[in-house]
């Protein structure tokens, strides 16, 4: 006897195909991202790329914001600065920690969205993927980049944070030898010059996601965009 045939999927179980103009978007961001791999591929020096993905990975950028955030307490003296006003005075823990404490609790907001998205949307990574570590089972899901959100976050809060910066720079300078020998007296320019290094990595490291076959194109431009709105919300609402 012939075996029967397998039943017919029903609807509830089969796949869901997408409308054709987002199966035409799709085919266009697969071809779009593995076309720059393939011609990337050759020329690029991977060691630097492999650098800009460690860089801005959540498992080394986290613990360093941490330690960011503890340093003041162990490199700075504990006597308070006088600041403008009658008998205003900080101590430089309080001029550092108001900055630091968006860092942190955005990097927290940027990896439960970023997990949520990734586990509602299910993308898979490109096929050409290879050789990558996940630390948890959502990142073998590919929109949105964890890597571009991480990047841009940092660079837009550091964006919008340039004015405080430059203003705790200016308090800092009596208590920190390296803040007067390297600064000096011009706070604004340093942190001009943070703020394009911070934009240029960011840059480099999203678009390495999809040079190093990591992510698609939209991957990549939706991660970025999250960044930067996370940037704006912890920048207004996260200040301690």
């Not at 075996?3 to 978007?25: C, F, G, V």
């Not at 504990?78 to 630091?100: K, W």
């Not at 942190?191 to 996601?209: M, Q």
């Amino acid at each position: 006897m012939e075996p029967s045939p397998p039943p017919p999927k029903s609807k509830s179980t089969a796949t869901p195909t997408p409308p054709p103009l987002l199966r035409r978007l799709l085919t266009l961001d697969t071809t779009l991202s593995q076309r720059l791999h393939v011609l990337a591929k050759p020329f690029l020096p991977h060691f630097i790329l492999h650098l800009l993905e460690i860089s801005a990975d959540f498992r080394f950028f986290f613990p360093l914001s941490l330690s960011l955030l503890a340093a003041p307490t162990l490199t700075l003296t504990p006597s308070p600065i006088q600041i403008p006003g009658p008998g205003a005075s900080l101590s430089p823990i309080q001029i550092i920690r108001p900055l630091l404490s968006p860092l942190i609790l955005g990097l927290i907001l940027d990896l439960a969205l970023i997990g949520l998205i990734k586990l509602l949307f299910r993308r898979a990574r490109p096929l050409y993927n290879k050789n990558m570590n996940v630390a948890v089972s959502v990142d073998h899901f590919s929109f949105p980049s964890g890597h571009a959100s991480r990047v841009c976050f940092v660079a837009t809060l550091l964006h919008l944070s340039a004015a405080a910066l430059a203003d705790a720079l200016v308090h800092l300078r009596p208590t920190s030898p390296f803040i007067d020998r390297w600064i000096g007296a011009d706070p604004v320019s340093a942190i001009s010059v943070l703020v394009l290094v911070a934009w240029t990595w960011a840059y480099a490291t999203s678009f390495s996601r999809i040079l190093l076959g990591r992510h698609f194109v939209t991957d990549v431009c939706a991660g970025a965009c999250l960044g930067m709105f996370e940037g704006l919300v912890a920048f207004r609402f996260l200040r301690f």
